[in-house]
Nanobody, 127 residues
């Protein structure tokens, strides 16, 4: 059974940085063959895609709202994905979720593409 555990969330001032981690276990295929996506959901809002890194070729995708501020990456040796968040803004406040799916390219990714999800980590940005 796939397990995803997010960590690294917390309270940070606007302009600050956080790095989220997503540790995966119980995968059927090697971690390198999985796309890793990050989504977020703020109170009263729908879940939105933040970033994604494809399986195999590591191509990346970012929401316009985070381009230039967030960086998605992976460490296949550690079965862990990362989301480095810099220059955080109040509007980045949300619960952040990671999700994985094998053999997926991130172009046009959506939440429905992913069957394995973490339980989320809270990110709160104060002014």
């Amino acid at each position: 059974q796939v397990q995803l555990v997010e960590s690294g969330g917390g309270l940070v001032q606007a302009g600050g940085s956080l790095r989220l981690s997503c540790a995966a276990s119980g995968l059927t295929y090697d971690f390198q063959y999985h796309a890793i996506a990050w989504f977020r959901q703020a109170p009263g809002k729908e879940r939105e895609g933040v970033s994604c890194i494809s399986s195999t070729d590591d191509t990346t995708s970012y929401a316009d709202s985070v381009k230039g501020r967030f960086t998605v990456s992976r460490d296949n040796a550690k079965n862990t994905g990362y989301l480095q968040m810099s220059n955080l803004k109040r509007e980045d406040t949300a619960v952040y979720y990671c999700a994985v799916r094998p053999f997926l390219r991130c172009s046009g990714y959506a939440a429905v593409d992913f069957g394995s999800w973490g339980s989320g980590t809270q990110v709160t940005v104060s002014s």
